[in-house]
């Protein structure tokens, strides 16, 4: 297929309620959409990063800087044949994965439309609904906390991890358990702690929570695995995996049990696949983490989570947890009986974007031509 047109555009969409989190707090959801135009079809991708670097160094900023002086040029009016030649075409440029995703996520978007397959089948997914968990930000007390988990609960969601911190941690969990004691909880802790809270740790495997993920530095291999050998919990890394060579140390190392794996994370599908491959042999249990996408990015994971290694559930969650509007025309909704996402049906991502809700939340354009 020939690249002829790169449309790049820059987001921000209000959150319906903040997101807080040990890096910070998210009134909108920044991102870049990428669309790339070929033989008559559009290609969707989204890089979903924030304005700072406080959970990975890319920014709005560098990201839209590295794809238009450096991602896009390399691959505007080129003849793909197939959609792994990106990941290759854009591997001289280190670094700068989630800005990679975009346009790694848009070609194969476009690969599948062009075989009148719906991405999961592209992908040869096993899976037409994707089980789904909610993400609870650090909340300002308690009680808060209680009413907001209830409210999830009670939509049907039944896996929820809440965000930890140095200073909301062990009871925060400890009352959400005695609540609920059957529910699948799990805690974040985005690089917050380090190997001196080992007793914090320890306590928590009363709680039987079905993982910590990312308790220590966001790029440590080391430290996840002394504290692992500690602990009963199974550590989840997110932040410290951004590549198959990564997730190769990790598995060495025994630095986790577990992989939240976001697409954008490992620089797109290609990198994604090569990571679930790995695990799967290795035995190291995936889930599809989430970076709060619009629609774009969210149907990209439902498709992607699909896969057969993605076996617990993923941090995707309904529309309305997130945006009172989107970006496409068709809000994905939560399956309350058993807690899922169905993939959508249509070729492609199976979504319809809303160029007037994206002219709406658009900041800025741009467009590349050949
Ligand atoms: O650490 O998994 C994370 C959101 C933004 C950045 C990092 C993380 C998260 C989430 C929310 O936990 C996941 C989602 O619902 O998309
Ligand atoms: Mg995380």
Redesign the pocket.
């Not at 983490?289 to 996408?293: C, I, K, P, Q, V």
């Given at each position: 297929m020939k690249i002829d047109q790169i449309e790049l555009y820059n987001l921000s969409i209000p959150f319906i309620s903040p997101?807080k989190?040990s890096n910070g707090e998210l009134l909108a959801h920044t991102c870049l959409i990428v669309a790339i135009k070929s033989e008559g079809l559009t290609g969707w991708g989204e890089c979903p990063t924030f304005d700072n670097p406080y959970?990975t160094y890319e920014t709005i900023k560098t990201a839209s800087h590295i794809l238009a002086d450096f991602l896009i040029p390399r691959i505007i009016n080129k003849n793909i044949y197939n959609p792994q030649e990106i990941r290759d075409l854009l591997a001289p440029i280190r670094g700068h994965n989630m800005a990679k995703s975009a346009l790694d996520c848009a070609i194969w978007d476009l690969f599948a439309q062009s075989q009148n397959l719906s991405l999961k089948n592209f992908l040869q997914g096993v899976k037409d609904q994707i089980k789904v968990g909610v993400?609870v930000s650090l909340e300002g007390n308690i009680s808060q906390l209680l009413n907001t988990v209830e409210n999830y609960v009670s939509q049907g969601y039944q896996r929820v991890?809440l965000?930890i911190s140095p200073h909301w941690n062990l009871k925060p969990l400890q009352k959400v358990r005695k609540k609920y004691p059957h529910l699948m909880l799990m805690a974040?802790g985005?690089s917050a702690f380090t190997l001196d809270d080992i007793t914090l740790f320890q306590e928590m495997n009363e709680l039987n929570l079905i993982m910590i993920?990312?308790p220590l530095a966001y790029d440590d291999l080391l430290d996840h695995s002394l504290l692992q050998a500690q602990i009963n919990t199974p550590i989840c890394l997110?932040e410290s995996i951004n590549s198959l060579h990564d997730t190769r140390m990790a598995i060495a190392l025994k630095s986790a049990q577990i992989i939240?794996l976001k697409v954008s994370r490992v620089g797109g599908i290609t990198n994604a696949i090569e990571i679930h491959n790995l695990c799967e042999k290795a035995g190291i249990k995936l889930w599809c983490?989430?970076?709060?996408?619009s629609g774009i990015g969210r149907a990209t994971n439902l498709h992607l989570a699909s896969l057969s290694n993605f076996v617990l559930p993923a941090?995707?969650?309904a529309t309305n947890r997130y945006f009172r509007e989107d970006i496409t025309q068709s809000p994905v909704y939560l399956n309350p009986e058993d807690s899922t996402i169905d993939v959508p049906k249509g070729i492609g991502i199976g979504i319809k974007v809303d160029k007037n809700l994206l002219f709406k939340y658009k900041q800025n354009q741009e467009i590349f031509r050949s």
């Open positions: 997101f989190f959970y993400s991890k965000k974040d985005n993920e990312q997110d939240n983490g989430g970076m709060l996408e941090d995707i969650s």
